[in-house]
Nanobody, 120 residues
Framework: VQLQASGGGLVQAGGSLRLTCGAI????????MAWYRQAPGKQRELVAS???????NYADSVKGRFTISRDNAKDTVYLQLDTLKPEDTAVYYC???????????????WGQGTQVTVSS
């Protein structure tokens, strides 16, 4: 079981993208899901997170511009990126805390990353 991210690309400043991260295989349960990003030469940082119940949290730098959502039935998390800025350029990674079976215990799962490039 793994997560797979898609939807990145090259966009001009002020533009929009929608990232999608879905499960390959079947999870018994996924709890918190999140998007992180890592720009060249910088540490990976949390962009947004969402609980299974839909409570969200955002980094200050993206509040009001990005929206995280999820579809629990599909084990999928989305990130809508609006009003993009050049400083949003990074590889975006999805993350989920979940379990493959009812007895396997929970662990962190990471998607492979999708590149977002914003030109000025």
């Amino acid at each position: 079981v793994q997560l797979q991210a898609s939807g990145g690309g090259l966009v001009q400043a002020g533009g929009s993208l929608r990232l999608t991260c879905g499960a390959i295989g079947t999870f018994w349960r996924i709890d918190d899901m999140a998007w992180y990003r890592q720009a060249p030469g910088k540490q990976r940082e949390l962009v947004a997170s969402i609980t299974r119940g839909g409570n969200t949290n955002y980094a200050d730098s993206v509040k009001g511009r990005f929206t995280i959502s999820r579809d629990n039935a599909k084990d999928t998390v989305y990130l809508q990126l609006d009003t993009l800025k050049p400083e949003d350029t990074a590889v975006y990674y999805c993350n989920g805390v979940g379990a493959r079976t009812s007895i396997s215990g929970t662990r962190n799962y990471w998607g492979q990353g999708t590149q977002v490039t914003v030109s000025s």
